[in-house]
């Protein structure tokens, strides 16, 4: 079966500028999360959706937000940019319940703002 | 809070050899659970192995094993006949048992990984 899908794969955007990002889970995976990867911070826990709610949300400004479709499908979307904001964006899905086999992840979108 | 550390940044091993990816965190939680990821240059993480922390034995799949030592809450991974494709960066993970909550993913800083043949 098809695996996380995030689209685009890359992205440049201008300072102060806003971005949404996609992401498609694995068909019948109600959970997805959302996490920033630098080569600073590492990988940071931006926030989480279960069925269209937002469960929980990691620390970051108010400019990180995201939503949640009834298909599962979920996009973040980053307001006003930062240079700080370039990283890995990285999406994973989950069963509901099954947390603990673990979480798959699609392969990222890389942001670049300048 | 939970933290995770991964001592070791970088890590080279002859192809077919083994070697061992070290990992420790702290946490007052007794319900947890404890994962490596790989992630290749291809960016994509993929789990490679994951440990109940109620269960003593330790989880094995194919060359991958670790070696869980709850009481030292320490979690390290094993590559056994080391292949040029585990060539990757390691992060070790942890993740509270949240009860239907947000189950998230702490991460240590990896240890990148180069298998040179």
């Known amino acids: 079966k098809a695996g996380v899908t995030q689209t685009p794969r890359y992205l440049i955007k201008t300072r102060g500028q806003q971005v949404t990002l996609s992401c498609s889970p694995i068909?019948?995976?109600?959970?997805v999360s959302w996490y920033q990867q630098t080569p600073g911070q590492g990988l940071q826990f931006l926030f989480e959706y279960f069925s269209e709610t937002q469960r929980n949300k990691g620390n970051f400004p108010g400019r990180f937000s995201g939503r949640q479709f009834s298909n599962s499908r979920s996009e973040m979307n980053v307001s006003t940019l930062e240079l700080g904001d370039s990283a890995l964006y990285l999406c994973a899905s989950s069963l509901a319940g099954a947390f603990n086999y673990g979480y798959t992840f699609g392969s990222g979108t890389r942001l670049t703002v300048v | 809070a939970q933290t995770v550390t991964q001592s070791q940044p970088e890590m080279s091993v002859q192809e077919a050899e083994t070697v061992t990816l070290s990992c420790t965190y702290d946490?007052?939680?007794?319900?947890?659970?404890l994962f490596w990821y790989k992630q290749p240059p291809s960016r994509q993480m993929i789990l490679v192995i994951r440990q109940e922390a109620y269960k003593q034995q330790n989880a094995t799949e194919n060359r991958f094993s670790v070696n869980f030592q709850k009481a030292a809450k320490s979690f390290s991974l094993k590559i056994s006949d080391s292949q040029l494709g585990d060539t990757a960066m390691y992060f070790c993970a942890f993740m509270k048992l949240a009860g239907g909550a947000t189950n998230k993913l702490i991460f240590g800083t990896g240890t990148l990984l180069a298998v040179q043949p």
């Open positions: 946490t007052s939680e007794s319900n947890y659970y």
């Open positions: 068909s019948g995976h109600r959970s």
